[in-house]
Nanobody, 120 residues
């Protein structure tokens, strides 16, 4: 079983910065992709940023140039550095981890989410 715990959310003024962390714990094999999603009230959950085990990254267009995803494989932790925050970045942010369960399959685990609120 894998537990993902996010931290670092909070209230910040527009233009400010926050750094989210998501740590995986429990008994598990190798973690492949780790991904950040967000969900605003009344909207669907959208991908924000993803990072492979080797460090390749991809971002939603709305956050390119402002957010940076990184990870520490030794600590089984993924980070999301968020700069130049805008009110439209307000959402609950979730992390997910794709954990290798066999040679050919993975299972996706989710964190409980952390609230990010950006005031104008």
């Amino acid at each position: 079983q894998v537990q993902l715990v996010e931290s670092g959310g909070g209230l910040v003024q527009a233009g400010g910065s926050l750094r989210l962390s998501c740590a995986a714990s429990g008994m598990f094999g190798r973690i492949n992709n780790m991904t950040w999603y967000r969900q605003a009230p009344g909207k669907q959950r959208d991908l924000v940023a993803t990072i492979t085990r080797g460090g390749l990254t991809d971002y939603a267009d709305s956050v390119k140039g402002r957010f940076t995803v990184s990870r520490d494989n030794g600590k089984n932790t993924v980070y999301l550095q968020m700069n130049s925050l805008k009110p439209e970045d307000t959402a609950v942010y979730y992390c997910s981890a794709d954990v290798l369960t066999s040679l050919v399959s993975t299972r996706t685990y989710w964190g409980q989410g952390t609230q990010v609120t950006v005031s104008s």
